[in-house]
């Protein structure tokens, strides 16, 4: 049997560039499609309580790379992902060892970042993995994707910004995560990419993410959904695509934002593989004998 997802209602093309699928089911993946979403990027972070060693965050990455993909391709959508230890937990001793074996995940061919890596209460510990996996990123020729903390963000944008500088990492292959109207503007002058997750009550909505752009243009800007295990939406960038369209920008300007901004930018890992064939198109297939079926043939 084949998956049924929605058919598609929209001739739009959406890259999702910051989504966390792990946190979703299969109906959001034919919502996803037929909102227009081919492509998306699922960065590794924190699954809301403590691991307790390094070995569930390689049980984790390894899902990243195998089963997600697979659950994305039955519906018709490329998967990508970023590898890191994240900002929360490189607080936590039993887990600073993952940066000792992230080398050989960063090699995979379906990672296209190192990513989160930031700050998130900026701590000492914080301050010496950021400075790690962005060597990381260096050493592998990869971007980064840098998540900026949720609170005091504007001295924790400035902390990020010196590290970077510190790091030589070109800013071309950085991209500065969860801005908001205060940070955007010196994320902006850094030369780094601009990241907006767009959520139903916090960080950003469709309507202030169309004020940020008619100020600071539609260039190095990524929009994504983030969509994890809280209150979130993987619809949201579509919903930013149409408050676009109804302040006045065209569709060659929604489709630099959702498309081609983000394939321009993780296209610097070498590794972004965005053709899979739409739902209708393929038979079931299997991932180490399971499917995502549920139920009789």
């Known amino acids: 049997m084949k998956p049924q997802p929605q058919p598609p209602k929209t001739s739009r093309r959406i890259f999702d560039p910051h989504i966390h ?30 691991r307790t060693s390094p070995a569930t965050f390689f049980d984790y990455f390894d899902s990243l790379l195998g089963w997600e993909p697979y659950r994305a391709a039955q519906y018709g959508i490329a998967h990508h992902c970023t590898l890191a230890l994240n900002p929360k937990e490189a607080n936590d001793p039993r887990c600073t060892p993952v940066l000792d074996e992230l080398p050989r995940y960063l090699l995979k061919d379906g990672v ?20 790690a996996q962005l060597q990381l990123a260096l050493d592998h020729e990869l971007p980064a994707l840098v998540h900026t903390p949720h609170r005091d963000k504007a001295a924790g944008l400035a902390r990020t910004l010196d590290v970077l500088r510190e790091s030589g990492l070109p800013p071309e292959r950085v991209v500065l995560d969860h801005l908001n109207e205060t940070t955007v503007g010196a994320a902006a002058d850094s030369g780094c990419w601009l990241g907006f997750s767009i959520y139903p009550d916090t960080k ?4 202030r993410m169309v004020r940020i752009l008619r100020v600071h243009g539609t260039e190095r800007v990524l929009v ?34 959702l498309w081609r901004n983000p394939v321009a930018f993780y296209g610097q ?29």
């Open 224 to 257: 994504n959904s983030a969509a994890d295990w809280g209150h979130s939406d993987p619809l949201k960038t579509g919903h930013v695509a149409d408050a676009m369209l109804a302040a006045g920008f065209d569709e060659d300007d929604v489709d630099q934002v």
């Open 21 to 50: 699928m792990t946190s979703r089911t299969t109906d959001d993946y034919a919502a996803m499609y037929a909102a227009g979403v081919r492509a998306l990027v699922e960065p590794s972070f924190w699954l809301g309580q403590p």
């Open 204 to 207: 950003m909505d469709p309507d």
């Open 112 to 131: 296209v970042a190192v990513g989160e890596v930031g700050y998130d209460s900026m701590t000492p510990a914080e301050d010496t993995a950021l400075a």
């Open 269 to 297: 890992s070498g590794r972004l593989a965005l053709d899979v064939a739409p739902p209708g198109e393929r038979e079931q297939q299997l991932f180490q004998g399971n499917s995502i079926l549920r139920g009789g043939e």
